[in-house]
């Protein structure tokens, strides 16, 4: 099974900025958040843990971490939440296009430097495919961002049939549990046909 965590609350958040992949931390709520989840999770059994390497996912996975002994933690840069290029650290702003839909992202691309969905979603369909592979039948622990969540979503349940992940959300500091027999093929890269 994988356990998919998005980290606790930050300012970020808060302010509706773009976070991306500036390393931003967790706030004072989002730290009690974590502490709550991680009292959550104290008697569920973790083979692994997988973590994206940005500051506020990893003061979520350590809260956790505090309350169990010898869970080896994998900080892997495809669990990065989406890079957002010039937006990173600027307000969220109503823009003519939906920059979580493939087709509609391009215009971002072209006007923000934005990575673009099918990026990130191969980057994290890489990593599923893989750990999927190499620890079969194991309980997984991933601490990422809302962005993965998205693409986490996707790779157990499919792919919106419009291909707009921005209808997927993910709140904070929540555990969502995926099947991993759910998985019906052996990978999803070819889900897109562009």
Not at 89 to 112: C, I, T
């Amino acid at each position: 099974m994988i356990y998919f965590v998005r980290h606790g609350e930050t300012d970020s958040n808060v302010n509706k900025t773009y976070a991306g992949q500036k390393d931003v931390p967790l706030n004072s709520r989002g730290l009690i958040q974590a502490k709550v989840l991680a009292k959550q999770l104290e008697n569920t059994h973790f083979d692994v843990c997988y973590c994206s390497p940005l500051m506020r996912a990893r003061q979520t996975c350590d809260e956790i971490l505090k309350l169990r002994d010898g869970l080896k933690v994998y900080y892997d840069n495809r669990l990065k939440e989406r890079f957002y290029g010039d937006l990173q650290g600027k307000s969220k702003m109503n823009l003519p296009y939906n920059l979580w839909k493939v087709g509609d992202d391009q215009k971002g691309l072209a006007e923000f430097n934005i990575e673009p969905v099918m990026q990130i979603y191969n980057r994290v369909v890489n990593f599923y495919d893989e750990i999927l592979k190499d620890q079969k039948d194991k309980n997984i622990l991933v601490v990422a961002h809302s962005g993965i969540g998205r693409i986490t979503e996707s790779y157990f349940n499919g792919v919106p049939k419009d291909y707009d992940f921005s209808k997927i959300h993910f709140p904070n500091a929540e555990v969502v549990i995926f099947d991993e027999e759910k998985v019906k093929t052996k990978s999803k890269k070819q889900e897109f046909s562009f």
